[in-house]
């Protein structure tokens, strides 16, 4: 990227005032866009896909990043690895279709054939001094934590990965994503640029009065909520609630204190086990279990969920019979994919232990209210009257961290 653009972003992250959205060209400007796309996606670990999309050896997805197309695929191994999708020898992208089945890794162009550790194995035409050990393809870094996998596409990927992987695994590994399958996945084209789109997400503000169906089981509190003596009981009602869960669930080796970092580290996550309302089971239109089949050893279906946010893209929740996770991939200024995934036990069947409309209808329609809340959002920063407003301290102290985050990792990588 050229000074100009540089200066102009500095000047731009320069002028950020603590405690207030972030300036409008920050979410339509294309300069700003590619130097989230080079910056931020590209320098930092990002989630991208859950081991029980690759089920066996052979089996393989495509993740696109930018410009830049992603092989995620399991080796005969059984490990999970990652390149870029291109071939080494004139540059044709070797998988066109997002996810698929195969032997090798076979460029539809001239047929150089790589296995699925990357290795080039069969080359025509290219004389007897052709070296195949210096043409594989090119990796990309990848990690999995207890099934979600994380890759970075940086030469030297941030290191403290290795901290989240510690902390997380006691919180993560009872549920046995490893041991899921995949019920469903449903993309979304949001017409709103990404930090729209997780800056939504970050809070719950708008909860109340945008998500009937999810607010039927998560408590407006385990978000933020003002002090008031009109909401003093309810308020301590839940506190208790908390502190009993909390101690019922640690006696059963379910990790469920807080863990905050999403502003204070490179790899920026939080994690937190919290109780659900009424049947207090799974994020369902009835808050019962939407699978009949408990996830690990798991006996008991009221271990509330699972919350568990990463920077710069995704957010998960682990509940007793079933998780979602989602991710988000910036596509250009005002243009964003959101991925949802559905998984089960890998056991559950389809129509006798859950019911696919049921399990995903609560998400289903608060993806879609989230969707209008963005798109609305980035028509009216578009508008040429917006400036950046307050965040409630209150209920958006993690959207301000999710825009600390951002504009310190932006700073660290776009030169003075």
Not at 309 to 337: K, R
């Amino acid at each position: 990227m050229s000074t100009a653009p540089n200066a102009m972003l500095n000047e731009l992250l320069e002028r950020r005032r603590p405690g207030y959205s972030l300036e409008a060209p920050f979410y339509l400007s294309d300069t700003v866009f590619q130097a989230d796309v080079e910056r931020v996606f590209g320098q930092h670990w990002i989630f991208a896909a859950v081991e029980p999309q690759l089920p066996e050896p052979g089996d393989y997805i495509t993740v696109e990043v930018g410009r830049k197309s992603i092989i995620i695929a399991r080796d005969d191994d059984g490990e999970v690895q990652a390149f870029h999708n291109v071939c080494r020898h004139r540059g044709s992208r070797l998988c066109a279709s997002h996810k698929g089945v195969v032997g090798n890794l076979v460029c539809p162009y001239h047929q150089w054939t790589y296995d699925l550790k990357g290795a080039l194995i069969h080359v025509e035409h290219m004389g007897t001094e052709f070296d195949k050990g210096k043409h594989g393809l090119k990796k990309v870094h990848v990690r999995s934590l207890e099934g979600l996998i994380f890759i970075c596409l940086a030469d030297e990927p941030p290191a403290d990965i290795d901290d989240m992987v510690a902390q997380m695994t006691p919180y993560i590994a009872p549920h046995r994503l490893k041991d899921c399958k995949v019920a469903a996945q449903v993309d979304i084209i949001e017409k709103g640029n990404w930090k729209l789109v997780m800056e939504n997400n970050r809070e719950c503000y708008h909860c109340v009065g945008n998500h009937p169906e999810l607010t039927l089981s998560l408590y407006e509190y385990g978000f933020g909520y003002q002090p008031s003596p009109s909401n003093a009981e309810g308020m301590q009602r839940f506190r208790d609630i908390l502190a009993e869960s909390h101690k019922r669930w640690e006696a059963m080796g379910l990790p469920s204190a807080e863990i905050e970092t999403l502003d204070t580290r490179v790899t920026g996550f939080r994690t937190q086990r919290l109780p659900l309302d009424r049947a207090g089971q799974s994020q369902t239109m009835t808050a019962e279990v939407a699978s009949k089949k408990l996830l690990g050893d798991i006996t008991d279906p009221a271990i509330g969920g699972l919350s568990f946010w990463t920077q710069p893209n995704s957010w998960h929740h682990f509940m007793s019979d079933h998780i979602v996770s989602f991710s988000v991939m910036p596509i250009g200024p005002d243009q964003t994919l959101v991925r949802t995934t559905w998984c089960v036990r890998k056991d559950a069947v389809e129509g006798v232990d859950y019911d696919v409309a049921n399990l995903t209808k609560v998400w289903n329609a608060t993806n879609e209210q989230d969707r209008r809340l963005v798109e609305e959002s980035q028509i009216g920063v578009a508008s040429g009257a917006y400036e950046p407003g307050p965040y409630s301290p209150y209920t958006e102290e993690l959207v301000e961290k999710f825009a600390n985050w951002y504009v310190g990792r932006m700073r660290a990588h776009t030169p003075a």
